[in-house]
């Protein structure tokens, strides 16, 4: 992949232009609770913009052409997932997330559950969004050496920088600024670029001509058990994930989160087709590519070089972005919920300077992994980090809101942790297992039902 001059121009004005939303809001942050919140002042907008620039990632750009580049339609079902998911958290999650006045999921779940649920949902919770860093950067790392012939520690370095410009200072507000101008950049040049795709390949007609039904036109193209996992994996794992409840917690009021989520996941979900078009234009321009550059060598080979350069851009930024906002979901509960609740540090300054090297700390760890595992798939770590997260947090917490106060800690703490021990263990036992999340939602059912129960006998 070679860039012209004007590539290269187009490039850096947009990305030095993406810093300056974050940077101006940045002034602002004070305290650890305007880093992590906002100071619970964030209008429907930046809440939306906060949840968009985590949940559209390279998974979600990139990831998806990849995907459409081998398989066709089921690579959609990622923005789908997303999307739907927070409408899902706008109806009914966020507020009474909102209403509880706190700063994690894990005090969430502390408040229902009894002190016990803290670290586990912490240490739950982080894993998972670990895995989600691991996908985005993993996106950037392939754009970097392709484009820009860097070696894997200047990646890392460059990759490192523009995490700490996006976020390092000016926390969720920065997140929620710089989501704002990510939205506009990406949702244009990606749907210039997909129409464009999709006009050049002649249209459905054109699509159907150079592909059989199955398995490019099937949401079921990579099997039906496989089809569920990548939906409901991307349903209940958003629905539980601290990067996204943190933009809730930083709405002025109620109706303010819920209005965020919806109008986030109602951008969300159309992400998925232009990239799902140009995926499958490349396969019949450039069969013999690697699918994870079918993104990027279309908006090099096909787009202007103005408007090239700014998608590049655009692909840089939200993966990047994403890195950004997973990262500071991730070390909100670190400085919160360890050194804050277990360590006893009360002084908010002290939790702000924590709560940016958390970030620091964070980013390097995944950038380390990264670079151990190029050749992996970007949907397949998605994928996975969504389910783990699920597995321990998702159905205890929609519990914890549908019967407030009046569950079984004992019961609701043994519901996490074996909803968690079989999704780490059932392939140990059970080797022609593809997935876990499933068995993994069961088992938190078979405690979660008696939590209710015994919580009612008790009582009386």
């Keep these: 992949m070679e860039l012209t001059t004007t590539h290269y121009i187009s490039l850096i004005l947009v990305l030095l232009l993406s810093f300056v939303p974050g940077w101006y809001v940045a002034r602002k942050v004070k305290s650890a609770d305007d880093y992590n919140v906002g100071g619970r002042k964030s209008s429907v907008v930046l809440v939306a913009g906060g949840i968009f620039s985590t949940a559209v990632g390279g998974a979600a750009t990139v990831g998806t052409a990849q995907m459409a580049f081998n398989y066709g339609l089921c690579s959609w079902w990622f923005t789908i997932g997303i999307g739907?998911?927070?409408?899902?958290?706008?109806?009914?999650?966020a507020s009474p997330l909102r209403e509880s006045g706190l700063t994690t999921i894990s005090e969430f779940m502390v408040n229902n559950f009894g002190d016990k649920a803290g670290p586990i949902t912490s240490i739950t919770a982080s894993m998972g969004i670990f895995f989600s860093i691991v996908a985005s950067c993993l996106t950037v790392f392939h754009l970097s050496i392709g484009l820009f012939h860097f070696s894997n520690l200047l990646t890392a370095g460059a990759i490192l920088f523009i995490v700490l410009a996006s976020v390092f200072w000016g926390g969720i507000n920065s997140s929620g600024m710089g989501g704002l101008f990510k939205a506009g950049l990406l949702l244009g040049t990606l749907?210039?670029?997909?129409?464009?795709?999709?006009?050049?390949?002649?249209?459905?007609?054109?699509?159907h001509a150079q592909f059989p039904p199955f398995p490019w036109f099937s949401f079921w193209g990579r099997g039906v058990e496989n089809g569920l996992y990548s939906f409901f994996s991307v349903l209940v794992g958003i629905l539980c994930t601290q990067s996204y409840i943190q933009a809730v917690f930083s709405a002025k009021d109620n109706k303010t989160a819920a209005k965020g989520c919806l109008l986030a996941g109602l951008l969300v979900i159309p992400v998925g087709i232009p990239a799902m078009f140009i995926g499958m234009f490349m396969r019949v321009a450039h069969p013999d590519i690697l699918p994870i550059d079918a993104l990027p060598l279309y908006f090099i080979n096909y787009l202007p070089p103005w408007l090239g350069g700014a998608a590049l851009t655009g692909i840089i930024i939200s993966s990047i972005g994403s890195v950004a906002g997973l990262a500071l979901g991730c070390s909100t509960m670190i400085s919160n919920d360890v050194f804050g609740k277990i360590a006893g540090i009360r002084d908010s300054a002290k939790l702000l300077l924590i709560n940016r090297f958390?970030?620091?700390?964070?980013?390097?760890l995944s950038l380390t992994f990264v670079m151990y595992n190029l050749d992996s798939y970007v949907l397949t770590w998605s994928y996975f980090s969504m389910a783990l997260r699920a597995s321990g947090i998702f159905l205890p917490l929609t519990f914890a809101i549908i019967f407030k106060g009046k569950l079984s800690h004992s019961w609701g703490i043994m519901a996490m942790v074996a909803g968690i021990f079989v999704a780490l263990t059932w392939k140990i036992f059970v080797p022609t297992a593809n997935y876990t999340l499933f068995q993994s939602l069961v088992t938190n059912l078979f405690f979660l039902i008696p939590a209710v129960f015994f919580a009612k006998v008790h009582k009386n």
């Design 84 to 93: 739907l998911s927070l409408i899902c958290m706008g109806l009914f999650y």
């Design 358 to 364: 958390a970030v620091l700390t964070i980013t390097v």
């Design 191 to 207: 749907f210039i670029a997909g129409i464009a795709a999709y006009i050049a390949i002649g249209g459905m007609e054109g699509l």
